[in-house]
């Protein structure tokens, strides 16, 4: 067996994984490096079930290509001409575990797509994987009423926890990533959630 750093270990490809999603603040396992950056050609909307009940399903984010987007009418109709993300460097040695980790992780609709990730540091791109909700799956909901959405996201939960707070989370994860990280869709959303969580609030506390 080849130590690990040895030649042989050299010789397998390096195999990353782009995070675009809850994967920013909750890591894959075995990886040795976390490179902050973006892709292109794709925006990212809270289109896909996959959280919550089967009865009361939330909301996740996918990637939609961004000229079939162009062709949907959006209530968020702008989006950035980057989606920022993190890319994940997984050890050689636990590339097949950690795929099948996420093949379990991204279940619901979500298939495996390759893209170019520019890294925040201005180097080479780098060719990732990443987990995709296609709108032709069917748990792709589409667009969405943005105050709809916000309601649907608060009253959502199920064995991953709060559906607010996968989006709180990654509100968050996103302005951490960089000055330019920012994206309007999420951030809207975000505050549209807290901004009903106040008013339930108020209303229970009156």
Not at 16 to 44: A, C, E, M, N, Q
Request: hydrophobic share 35%.
């Amino acid at each position: 067996m080849s130590a690990p750093g040895s030649a042989a270990d050299e010789a397998i490809p390096a195999f990353w994984l782009f995070g675009y999603g809850s994967l920013i603040w909750k890591p894959p396992p075995h990886f040795d490096r976390r490179v902050p950056g973006w892709v292109t050609g794709y925006v990212r909307r809270f289109w896909q079930d996959h959280r919550g009940t089967p009865d009361a399903p939330g909301r996740v984010v996918t990637l939609i290509e961004r000229s079939h987007w162009e062709t949907l009418t959006d209530h968020h109709d702008t989006a950035p001409d980057k989606v920022w993300g993190v890319a994940y460097r997984i050890v050689p040695e636990r590339v097949a575990e950690v795929k099948e980790y996420l093949d379990i992780r991204e279940v619901n609709g979500y298939s495996i797509h390759y893209t170019p990730f520019h890294p925040a540091d201005g180097s080479a791109p780098i060719k990732t994987l990443a987990y995709i909700g296609t709108p032709d799956n069917e748990k792709f909901i589409g667009p969405q009423d943005p105050q709809e959405l916000a309601h649907h996201i608060l009253e959502s939960r199920g064995p991953s926890g709060l559906n607010k707070d996968y989006l709180y989370g990654l509100d968050t994860a996103l302005n951490e990533l960089s000055p330019e990280s920012r994206d309007h869709h999420v951030s809207d959303l975000a505050e549209r959630v807290r901004a009903l969580e106040q008013m339930a609030n108020g209303h229970v506390s009156s």
